[in-house]
Nanobody, 126 residues
């Protein structure tokens, strides 16, 4: 069982930045691909970014490319999401997730992930 705890959410003005963190309880954090998703009420969970277990591969949603960076520090069991130039439509609950993958890939589908955090609220004001 892996427990994931997100932090770093909050209120930011349009054009501002936030860095989200996700701390994992896993003793073998480095075997997990990690991803960030977001969700607003009434909508499906949306992929934001993912990073492979070695950090050798990353994927980003088209809507965030160039503004968002995912990174991880395996020695700290932590994955980060740096978000810049945030817009009001990106207001959502942001979730961290972990996936067991055989290869060093960065999964993009929610169904690929085995463990989820409780989420952290990000609110972008106009």
């Amino acid at each position: 069982q892996v427990q994931l705890v997100e932090s770093g959410g909050g209120l930011v003005q349009a054009g501002g930045s936030l860095r989200l963190s996700c701390a994992a309880s896993a003793r073998t954090f480095s075997v997990y691909c990690m991803g960030w998703f977001r969700q607003t009420p009434g909508k499906e969970r949306e992929f934001v970014a993912s990073i492979s277990k070695s950090a050798g591969s990353t994927h980003y949603a088209d809507s965030v490319k160039g503004r968002v960076t995912i990174s991880r520090v395996n020695a700290k069991n932590t994955v980060y999401l740096q978000m810049n130039s945030l817009q009001p439509e990106e207001t959502a609950v942001y979730y961290c997730a972990a996936a067991l993958t055989l290869s060093d890939t960065a999964a993009t589908m929610p169904r690929d992930y085995h463990y989820w955090g409780q989420g952290t609220q990000v609110t972008v004001s106009s």
